[in-house]
């Protein structure tokens, strides 16, 4: 309604008042669904443009401002782990291949654009090393032995270019050859096993243990 400048208020209200987690809870479930307010509904692709002009640029609550490196990692701490509001979740196939065309060509933020070579430069610093997510005690940089391709080719073909754990062939690119303990040097036939991609990202990176179907 005209005349009424309800976000003020609610933010008066706000700073002498917290809801408990429970009262949260209540408000989220008694607004989430078939009970909001906008469900059913989409707004038009005229009004997207006009919401997206109204907060770009100068526009924007945070344009010139920057969040401090303690702010940064309150925020990244507070979406990791449970409490990521995709933890546990798994996306349907269909839905991966919605979201990944719906950020593909023009409709992608960065279509068009470069990074400078000084952006470049930052950003591969800023995941460089240790700082990368994938890091784990620097074992990535232990060269493999001179015969490593010829053992690895033997393990594809030990096991008929097939991912053991979800059963997929490789036809047109290669299979990887994980080493079971961690260990490079350990080139026992034991020790080897061939991976798909998909399986093998969660093993190597995120420490899973292999479990066979």
């Known amino acids: 309604m005209k005349g009424h400048n309800y976000g003020d208020k609610c933010r008066k209200f706000g700073k002498s008042h917290i809801f408990s987690k429970e009262t949260r809870d209540k408000i989220s479930k008694a607004l989430s669904g078939e009970n909001s307010y906008w469900f059913g509904k989409h707004h038009s692709k005229e ?7 109204s907060t770009s640029g ?5 344009y010139g401002k920057h ?5 940064k990692i309150k ?6 782990g449970e409490n990521n509001h995709n933890y546990g979740k798994q996306f349907s196939k269909e839905i991966r291949y919605k979201m990944s065309k719906a950020q ?20 591969s610093k800023a995941f460089s090393g240790e700082n990368h997510y994938n890091w ?5 940089f232990i060269p493999y032995g001179s015969d490593w391709h010829k053992i690895s080719d033997s393990i594809r073909d030990r096991d008929d270019n097939t991912c053991p754990k979800c059963g997929v062939k490789s036809i047109e690119s ?18 080897l096993i061939s991976l798909c ?12 243990e292999i479990c066979l179907q």
């Open 47 to 53: 009004t997207r443009e006009k919401m997206s002009k």
């Open 58 to 62: 100068e526009n924007h609550p945070l």
């Open 67 to 71: 969040h401090s490196q303690k702010t």
């Open 75 to 80: 925020m990244s701490k507070a979406h990791i």
């Open 104 to 123: 593909s060509g023009e409709k992608s933020h960065m279509f068009g654009k470069t990074h400078s070579k000084e952006t470049k430069i930052k950003i």
């Open 136 to 140: 784990i005690d620097g074992r990535s």
């Open 174 to 191: 290669k299979l990887a050859v994980h080493h079971i303990d961690g260990d490079k040097n350990n080139y026992s036939e034991d020790n």
């Open 197 to 208: 991609v998909m399986c093998h990202t969660p093993v190597q990176y995120r420490g899973l």
